[in-house]
């Protein structure tokens, strides 16, 4: 198993920025077998969407609506993985939570909630 704590979230206005981090603890078998990392969101009514992945060897990808604001990074001695979003807008008030995937299973956070006024 593989378990994961999410930090970060809170209450933030229009144009600012936030950091969120996700840790993954559990055996070292389990850890070092982590391929991809990634944050969801999910926003009253919507469906879940994926915001941004990393692989292990550093190679990222975002959905659109984050492209040039969000970036994501994973600091692998710490098993910890960090999205910064920077000129945030009310659009991504969501539940982020984290995901890390080990073969074909998704194990995840239990979210932190991210609420930007305008």
């Known amino acids: 198993q593989v378990q994961l704590v999410e930090s970060g979230g809170g209450l933030v206005q229009a144009g600012r920025s936030l950091r969120l981090s996700c840790t993954a603890s559990g055996s070292m078998a389990m850890l070092n077998s982590i391929n991809v990392m990634g944050w969801y969101r999910q926003a009253p009514g919507k469906q879940r969407e994926l915001v941004a992945t990393?692989?292990?060897?550093?190679?990222?990808n975002f959905v659109d609506s984050v492209k040039g604001r969000f970036t994501i990074s994973r600091d692998n001695a710490k098993n910890t993985v960090y999205l910064q979003m920077n000129n945030l807008k009310p659009e991504d008030t969501a539940v982020y939570s984290c995901a890390a995937r080990i073969g074909f299973r998704n194990y995840w956070g239990q979210g932190t909630q991210v609420t930007v006024s305008s």
């Open positions: 990393i692989q292990s060897r550093g190679s990222t």
